[in-house]
């Protein structure tokens, strides 16, 4: 009797101790039944002990302050977001800035991210994952903003028909570092984190249009082409899981990044002697002017000309709350309003005159104030 | 029982207000019926992944109908010979010729073919241009060439675009607000459906009158002053230079 008891406490320490080394070491992402989200058909894509999940866009997006969510990262279902909301679900400011430097360029790398691989359903064909965040080349990612991401030479190109390519990203006072260093996730062509792995394509990882039901109600249409219905009734334009590219290197459906700010149709900026741009119509001005917008954008220069690039609209530490200039030049948080999808400004996907006053904060001629200016250009 | 048919019809009551809620355009001031369902801009631009590339699609985010349309007098449309399909496989071909004025009246054609928009616009005489999916033809000609003879307001071409000789206004004073559209390095101007309006000014517009640039009020789009029965006159004159008083019977200039 007195072994029986025995027996039966050291069986439930061994019990105890195993389920304390399990949480104790847990995996990166739970594989198998019961994943919830993201992870494609075969199980996670794991390159060299990283794993990277593909994206699930049914998925319910983090935003700050928000619990249940599924972020894009790896290992953060149901976190507590942080205002940096899916950008900080793994490992906080970590994600994308090392302490100590890591990440490279890689000039003799032609892409992290290869067409033949593992997993299938792609239209390339199957797809295989390679991290190169410790290849060797031209080392300098780690001495922007500290990288934690490889950046291998890529040429993209964009809206007008231009390209640029990461081998010029020599320094943090390159324009096109601000697209590049997005790029290190947010693209096929560089990204190891396979953000657009889902593998019925949908969400314009490989090029589909989103399909969306109509205004109606109904299905949607095809025309008897391979487009389908972009709706924003009933279904959200692909803003908001990320993918910013349509097929490698390819940039050319997206907002123009890397491109140069200028024309009448704009409002107008000066060139800082430290390079910043400012626009010559006062935050002050147009606050009061419009009521909400201002000139939250931010634009880049390389001392002679100005561009926009990616984080242009998007401020990668601030998912939902923008911090905003205001009319005494310093910066406060959610003064004017909430965001989405790391927007620099006030921005709603379902408030049409407040998306509108974001983009009209660079569009002056399709502004209110434009009409209200008689015209006259600023 | 009753009760419960009641919250039934309460709750159906709600779903179908706030259905009807959705889809109607709220109060921008210068998108008007274009902030479709409050998408602002992105009712028909998608910052990403839009549907046709380059500068010429205009980050478009809906579908584009690939068919043939007839036009007042008989011509034809056919937008698939501009519009390749995409091939969503291989990836980035060419979707749209940038070059081509007919975008301005595709482009249109994405929500005002209602057959092949599936929407129901609000207003069937103006909102609606394509009613049976084909037809253009009870519809002022768009992707025409503006014509070069007197009776029309002469106009030059430089760099891939239009400009009326009389820009200043000093012939006529109400100025030239409609726009045409010319294909790069072409040299023939064309109308198209934004010739005479512009999308995203509603009711509120910026146009040169006497040479000088005023706010006016318009409707529809339209692009010139439009707000009494005189000014909608004068905007239709500042092509049709015959039927204004300005027409010296021999030519326009």
């Known amino acids: ?378 | 029982m009753r009760k419960a048919l009641v919250v039934l019809l309460a709750t159906l009551f709600v779903v179908t207000a706030a259905w009807a809620q959705s889809y109607t355009p709220n109060a921008d001031p210068l998108l008007g019926p274009h902030n479709v369902n409050n998408m602002g801009c992105m009712s028909c631009h998608a910052p990403h992944n839009a549907v046709l590339q380059g500068e010429g699609g205009f980050l478009w985010a809906r579908a584009v109908p690939l068919k043939s349309y007839t036009t007042y007098g008989g011509g034809a449309l056919d937008t698939s010979q501009t519009y390749l399909q995409y091939n969503a496989v291989t990836g980035g071909n060419s979707l749209s010729d940038a070059d081509d004025p007919a975008t301005h009246t595709v482009l249109c054609l994405s929500c005002h073919d209602t057959t092949f928009s599936g929407m129901t616009l609000t207003n069937p005489v103006n909102g609606v241009v394509a009613s049976d999916g084909t037809t253009l033809n009870y519809n002022h000609p768009v992707h025409v060439a503006y014509p070069t003879t007197a009776e029309f307001w002469k106009v030059t071409v430089s760099n891939g675009s239009a400009s009326f000789v009389d820009s200043s206004g000093t012939t006529f004073q109400y100025g030239h607000p409609a726009r045409l559209f010319v294909a790069t390095g072409g040299t023939t101007p064309y109308v198209e459906c934004g010739s005479c309006h512009n999308p995203h000014q509603y009711n509120d517009i910026v146009v040169t009158q006497n040479g000088a640039k005023v706010a006016v009020k318009t409707a529809h789009f339209v692009r010139g002053q439009y707000d009494t029965l005189a000014n909608q006159q004068n905007f239709c004159v500042s092509c049709h230079a015959d039927k204004s008083g300005q027409w010296n019977g021999t030519g326009a200039q």
């Not at chain 1, 219905?229 to 803003?239: C, H, K, S, Y």
């Open chain 1, 1 to 378: 009797m007195k072994n029986k008891t025995l027996l039966l406490v050291l069986a439930l320490v061994v019990l105890a101790t195993a389920s304390a080394w399990a949480q104790a070491n847990p995996t990166d992402v739970p594989v198998g039944a019961g994943v919830p989200y993201g992870i494609p058909a075969g199980g996670p894509v794991t390159n060299n002990g990283k794993v990277s999940p593909a994206f699930d866009p049914n998925a319910v997006p983090c935003k700050s302050g928000t619990t249940g969510c599924v972020s894009p990262m790896p290992g953060s279902s149901g976190a507590l977001m942080d205002v940096l909301g899916g950008h900080g679900s793994r490992g906080g400011c970590m994600f994308c800035h090392t302490p100590h430097s890591t990440g490279k360029i890689d000039a003799t790398a032609t892409k992290a991210f290869s067409p033949t691989g593992t997993v299938a359903g792609g239209p390339y064909g199957t797809e295989t994952f390679t991290w190169s965040a410790n290849s060797v080349g031209n080392q300098v990612s780690g001495q922007i903003y500290l990288w934690n991401r490889a950046i291998t030479t890529v040429t993209y190109k964009t809206w007008d028909g231009s390209t640029f390519s990461s081998a010029t990203a020599t320094g943090p006072d390159r324009p096109e570092v601000h697209t590049l260093l997005c790029m290190t996730c947010h693209d096929n062509s560089m990204s190891s984190y396979a953000m657009t792995a889902n593998a019925n394509g949908q969400h314009g990882g490989w090029g589909v249009p989103e399909t969306g039901t109509k205004f109606d109600g109904t299905t949607p249409i095809t025309n008897g082409s391979q487009f389908t219905e972009q709706d924003p009734g009933t279904t959200a334009l692909n803003i908001s899981n990320g993918v910013m590219t349509f097929g490698q290197g390819d940039l050319s459906r997206s907002h123009p990044v890397h491109a140069k700010y200028r024309g009448s149709s704009l409002w107008k900026v000066t060139i800082n002697a430290d390079h910043s741009v400012s626009y010559v119509d006062a935050d002050t001005n147009q606050i009061g002017d419009s009521g909400f917008y201002g000139h939250p954008a931010r634009l880049y220069s390389d001392g002679t000309d100005v561009y926009v690039e990616c984080t242009s609209c998007h401020n990668p530490h601030r998912q939902t709350s923008p911090a905003y200039k205001s009319a005494s030049g310093t910066y406060v948080v959610g003064a004017f309003g909430t965001t989405e999808n790391y927007i620099r400004g006030p921005f709603s996907t379902t408030d049409g005159t407040i998306s509108a006053g974001f983009c009209r904060s660079c569009h002056y001629s399709k502004s209110p104030e434009y009409v209200k200016n008689n015209g006259v250009s600023k």
